[in-house]
């Protein structure tokens, strides 16, 4: 069950927003190894923030899963990156992403836990 959730100071449209999310949400399942079902995306854009001091471009990333593997964050902050550059014009140099594992005890689905 990823989740990702991108805030970014870009504007865009609505159909941009929607664009962006369904391509974060198919990189999700490819960073992760878990079937598109189970990955719940979400986008904001047009927030206010601010990185070093500046109102260019940036983004935060929020990067939660059911048995996130820590040896691999690396490599999955390198494809955010690559994607946010790519697609909204994020330098990788100002995206900050959390990344966070979570226990199946603590996750809620369908009225159950995982």
Request: net charge negative; with cysteine; hydrophobic share 40%.
């Amino acid at each position: 069950m990823p989740y990702v959730k991108v805030q970014t100071n870009v504007d865009l449209d609505e159909a941009a927003r929607q664009e962006l999310t369904r391509k974060l949400s198919t990189l999700a399942s490819e960073l992760t190894g878990k079937p598109e079902q189970w990955v719940m995306a979400q986008v904001q854009a047009g927030v206010t923030l601010m990185h070093g001091g500046s109102f260019g471009p940036a983004a935060y990333v929020e990067f939660k899963s059911i048995g996130l593997n820590e040896g691999v964050c690396a490599d999955q902050s390198a494809g955010i990156c690559e994607l946010l550059t790519a697609e909204i014009g994020v330098p990788a140099e100002h995206v900050y992403i959390e990344f966070k594992n979570l226990e199946r005890c603590l996750f809620g689905w369908n009225g159950a836990t995982f």
